[in-house]
Structure formats: C-alpha cells, structure tokens
C-alpha cells in the first residue's frame, strides 16, 4: 500500500480527494493536515509514501513546507496540487524537493497515475507544463528538439537513473563506480547539455523524449 498525507485547507477539496484515493486499491490515505505547520508535524509521525501538497495555504504555504524539509533527506516524496499555473512556483517547489505537479483541474486519472510514478522515484509534469518550464529555466546551449545528446553509453546510464529518481550513491552502487565518478560524469553531462543541475537534467530529458515505453534511452 502506498501511504498518502494530504495537506490543504480546504475541507471539502480534503474530503473528495480522498474518496479519489479511496478508489485505488494500493492507495490508503494516513492523514489530512489543514495547514503547513500540521503538515510538518504529521509528515514526522506518519512517515508517508507521499504528500499531496497544497501551494496556497493560510499559517504556512506549501513552498514554507518543503522549505523546512529536507526531502532530499526523507522517504516521503512531494506532489504540488495548485490550482494556479504559476511557473514561478512549480520551479521553487521542484527545486526545493517537489517529484510532480499536478494542476487541481486535472482528471481523476491523472493524479493516480502521477502517485504510482512518483512513488516508482519518477518525475511527474504534463507534456505542457514540462515545455513551459523548460522555456522558463532558458536552458542555454542545450541540444535541440530531437536532436540526440553526445553522451557517452555511461553518462546515458546515469541520465537513466537521474530521471528515476537515483542518487549519486545508489547510482553508484548501481552501477559498480564511486560516489566521486558518478558527480564527475555528472559534470561533463551538464556541460554537455548545457544545464545546471539534477532537476534542470531530469526535466531535459523528460522534455526531449529521450526514453521510449520501456525506459530505454534512445
């Protein structure tokens, strides 16, 4: 079973969102928080699979709450709901830790799929809202459209497992070289692609459709 807090303020939203969830066999609700700081309290009792995150809460805000989180430190993996298409903050909440974004509009079935892939260590944004958010990081230099990256069938390797969620560590392990070979590799990709960081390089490849059905790097 996949465990799930969900932390917004508004009663009736809590209560339909988990009648949604309710539907899905692998799914149980552990929690509702009707702010940030409950949330944060709740987050350490209940140790979640996922938070589904509200953006706009009253005491504290969603962005507050994974900025005094450490997610990259916790097993707990964030979903922003918001209902506002603001790139602004779907890029502080993605740098700040978020794994996907789904728009409070969306349908049914793609809040359940966006949990199941998150849960899985994927990252979870619609085609448009990846563009968008590509187009607002203004990744300079980076391949175009179609155009496949030189990299090397290691540093594929490791973009593989970047989109999957890995870190430096586990790619490591995974991959049977060290910790220090892995940010090395990592170094020379960003170079190469032109962008900046994990996120920036998990979202590029998303964006480009460097992977086919099953995973495979083309």
């Given at each position: 079973m996949i465990k799930i807090l969900i932390a917004d303020d508004h009663v009736i939203f809590r209560d339909g969102l988990r009648k949604l969830l309710d539907s899905d066999d692998e799914l149980t609700v552990v929690g509702e928080a009707a702010g940030g700081a409950e949330c944060i309290k709740m987050l350490a009792k209940l140790k979640p699979d996922i938070l589904l995150l509200d953006l706009r809460m009253?005491?504290?805000?969603?962005?507050?709450?994974?900025?005094?989180?450490?997610?990259?430190?916790?097993?707990?993996?964030?979903?922003?709901?918001?209902?506002?298409?603001?790139?602004?903050?779907?890029?502080?909440?993605?740098?700040?830790?978020?794994?996907?974004?789904?728009?409070?509009?969306?349908?049914?079935?793609?809040?359940?799929?966006?949990?199941?892939?998150?849960?899985?260590?994927?990252?979870?944004?619609?085609?448009?809202?990846?563009?968008?958010?590509?187009?607002?990081?203004?990744?300079?230099?980076?391949?175009?459209?179609?155009?496949?990256?030189?990299?090397?069938?290691?540093?594929k390797e490791?973009?593989?497992l970047v989109v999957q969620g890995f870190r430096n560590k586990e790619i490591g392990v995974k991959l049977f070289i060290g910790e220090q070979t892995v940010k090395n590799h990592l170094h020379n990709i960003f170079d190469k692609l032109g962008v900046s960081d994990r996120l920036e390089l998990a979202l590029h490849a998303i964006h480009h459709r460097w992977f086919s059905t099953e995973d495979e790097l083309k």
């Open positions: 009253p005491d504290k805000s969603g962005l507050a709450v994974l900025e005094e989180v450490n997610f990259d430190t916790v097993s707990t993996r964030v979903i922003v709901l918001t209902a506002a298409e603001d790139n602004r903050e779907v890029m502080r909440a993605m740098r700040l830790g978020a794994r996907g974004v789904v728009l409070k509009q969306s349908a049914t079935e793609v809040l359940l799929k966006s949990i199941h892939r998150v849960f899985a260590g994927e990252i979870w944004l619609d085609n448009r809202m990846t563009a968008e958010v590509i187009n607002a990081f203004s990744v300079a230099g980076a391949a175009p459209r179609g155009e496949k990256p030189l990299l090397s069938d290691r540093e490791i973009v593989h």
